[in-house]
């Protein structure tokens, strides 16, 4: 299946807004095996609107997948354009209206009459729901393609692909590309690259797609035949297996969770550089509260000596940036908050506060359970979000690792 | 002067790589005052390009930028499929050819034969200098339409443009346009659109554009005579200034951590919802450590009473979300971590724990300082994500607005 994206909206044009929804629009719609042909962003304007349904209803594709300008300000004007490209008649919706009254009274607004155009069904086209926004979709015919619209709001436009469009591709799609994912972390991308790249298998090698980001590497195995990209995911498993946290989709965090809950064990976390980002994506987890109990964020030296009992005499001889402080504050917290597991995290997240013995990206993670306890050292990088994030990551690998 | 962006680029069509370079040129080309139309991203396809390229130069524009595929591997087409759009005759610059050899020396190698292309001018068009890479500019003209090429690689196309195309595009352009953006949160985007749209400003009315995100709305405008935008700007300002935390691009962490450290004031949080989200947020900021000492994350019943010393009695009386549970927090993290300020939040993040009482997405907020102890309720939505996000938010611009 051939796919266009259109994406309407002044601020990717001005630069404001990175355009994020076609760049996940295209990696999901990749995954399940249709082809992306063209990106096309455009301003929120009429003539240019008409312009670019135009061209693309005369290409050679299937589908044309449109984001934007679905809300109810003066300038959303995509769903007035549509409606008068393909010249529907308005319906209005008195159900939905009603849902979206009660929607807004929950919280404590009277529905302002901007959002009627939101109520309005075309005649000759269909809507369909959108299940964390106000903003129905939009679906029309012409020239054997298929239109798709979306709100641009992110969060809505992919709860509303996930629920609509990507069971309505798959299911027009002849031939099933098969995926593997392989998630790893702690290993740089030309060095996993090296470990895979003589895998005997040729047939498969172009199949091998590589994905980095500041949380790992993905290794992305895509074929025809299952049968023979599971041959080669096992293959690939043997060399890397020790970086390897996932075959599938989930983050680490998910998958933590989950193996804390089947061996039933519990986790706090003495968080100094990471600053609440551990919590934070521990409870992201539905459910995440049972093995989670909380923790301490001891962001000043002060707080590491009160709140979490730290020796001052350690913080001292050693600094904040310790193997000794991070054992401490692990062990300590496991105690206080009496779990199987506590973890910490001290170090120097930048873009200040370096010094030649202890440069910023320094970073000690310390664990401890009943029968352990541990710290490793690690060197990230100059830019504290990504220090945040790899610490983070390097925590809970290890925690993952260890039980 | 109106722009076209056309990328050039397989990974970007199938999601592989986010499309940064379109973003970064069109907020440079807008920060000069230039008006970007168009973004076009295509594979690295000879018919695609031709294509696209005979459709840009039958539009009412000025520049077309184009990148990538200009590289030395056998998918990098850019260069020759151009010279044979235009019918360009190979001219090799054996002086350039020269100053790549020593180049290569420098680092120890021997120049490969396939950098030849790199050495090639066309005879009817231009080349300008890379100053970081081996593969150069071109600069060609057609019906009144300039194209210049780059290539994708960010660091080398973001130098080419800064040494060749920004001085080019400032000397060609007649009106320069200016921006304010106008930072919202707590308010809903059509709720917004009520109280601005009826501000008499006729003239600037299509100047305005809405941004809405889960952590709030921006409010742009645009315009060539500052002192105009300035005016529309007090004047929006009048109708929702207790909305209003920014006027600029910077977000509510950075503003709230500027405002604590000019009132030499600081803060601790006790996370329940948001599970360190606050934390994250406050650390974020560079030198944030001079005024957030940290907090506790007390995600079960337990370690908010042993750890945050809330009573046994309020949480079996009220629940552990509830008013007087926020407010003991707010209260015993400010004592506990001695502070200035204390915050709290504890709420039914969701999808599961909600009941009739206490749905999904209910939220209470806690603040504490030296003369006030307050709470905030909060029915946000059925998304755990949006609903930590909306809660963390909510309590960034609660302390905000009270200091």
New interface residues.
Partial sequence: MRIAVLTIG???????????N?????????SIGSV????????DEQA?IINNLD?LFSTQIDLIICTGGL?????DITRDVIFSYFGSNEVFDKDYWAFLENKFL????SL?D??KSQAVSPDNGKVFSNP?GSARGLIYEKNNITLMVLPG?P?EMKAMFDSTISPWVEEKIDSKIFQINIRTTGIPESILFEKVKNIDLEENYHNI?Y?PSVYGVDVRIAGEDLEKIEKLKDDIRANIDEYIYEIGDQNLEEVLIKKLKKKKMTI??A?S????????R???V??G?EV?????????N??KI??LGITLKNIEDFGAVSEQVALEMAENIKN???TSIGVSTTGI????GGSKSKPVGLVYVGYCDDKSLKVKRFNFSSS??SN?IRTSQAVLNYVFKMI
């Fill in positions: 002044n601020e990717l044009l001005s630069g404001k807004t990175i355009n994020t076609a760049n996940w629009l295209s990696k999901k719609l990749s992306i042909t063209l990106h096309i962003t455009i301003p240019s061209l809300g109810v300000t003066d300038d929950k919280f404590g607004y302002p901007s959002n964390l709001v969060s797609g994905y706090s976390c968080e550089c990471t600053g609440g980002l551990i919590g934070h521990l409870t992201q539905p459910g509260s989670f109990n909380g923790g301490m964020i001891t962001y000043s002060e707080s009160n709140q206080k908050f009496g997240a930048g873009p200040g504290r979000e945040k």
